[in-house]
């Protein structure tokens, strides 16, 4: 579904970010990125978002060439693969229920389906009882489902979490990745970026493991060293 052929990036004036990096991640898998902080996570999930481009080397999503894509070609993308952030990024001012409720006003979706999708979603995060709230008055955990269900909305086919549990106690951590997992097992595909060994440990799943740019490791489930 998304593969990278032998990728760099160097931002100016010449540091490098990424160096030769290539793996593929088929549809349905979860996936963890790993690596200590600058490790190049970041950078790699911001690549296959579109947000950077690559400075040599090539991206692919569905044997499509990101190269080739302009306009509302990256916007269709981001429809596709979606990304949920460390420190939340939802709309403090909107209440719970608004936040999920316009993802499918870009969607086009009609009132009346829209609402139906959206207490869907609030049920999904079991966020029901706090619909009317405003945003900014939940608590970290509360606003870290309430993006993933804003995500999870826009029907993407890959969600791209950047330590979704950095700010996160154990408790709410599990809760985050118990639900990462839920959705994967929707059939949404899951790119995880940590760098915390206990949620590496907890899912055993492929591990990507990054350091100074370039790909160290692509394992299967165990344990691991990170680079």
């Known amino acids: 579904m998304i593969a990278f052929k032998n990728v760099s990036k160097i931002y100016p004036p010449n540091s490098t970010a990424l160096e030769n990096v290539s793996f593929e991640i088929k549809q349905g898998e979860f996936v963890l990125l790993v690596g200590k902080s600058g490790a190049g996570k970041t950078t790699i999930l911001k690549l296959i978002n579109r947000e950077e481009i690559p400075s040599r080397g090539k991206i692919f999503y569905k044997n499509v060439d990101y190269q080739n894509l302009r306009g509302m070609d990256v916007t269709k993308l981001r429809r596709h693969v979606t990304t949920i952030f460390q420190d939340f990024k939802v709309l403090g001012d909107r209440s719970v229920f608004e936040n999920i409720n316009l993802a499918f006003d870009i969607l086009g979706r009609s009132m009346r389906e829209a609402r139906k999708k959206t207490e869907e979603m609030l049920k999904l995060v079991d966020l029901n009882h706090h619909s009317p709230v405003l945003a900014k008055y939940l608590s970290g955990g509360e606003k870290q489902r309430l993006a993933i ?58 591990v990507i493991i990054v350091g100074g740019g370039r790909i160290i490791k692509d394992e299967t489930p165990g344990r691991f060293t990170l680079a």
């Open 149 to 206: 269900a804003r995500a999870v909305a826009m029907e993407p086919e890959i969600i791209l979490a950047d330590e979704p549990t950095g700010n996160l106690d154990p408790i709410n951590a599990k809760i985050i990745v118990d639900l990462l997992m839920k959705i994967n097992e929707q059939g949404a595909s899951i790119i995880l970026a940590t760098h915390n060994r206990e949620v590496v440990d907890y899912l055993k799943k492929r």
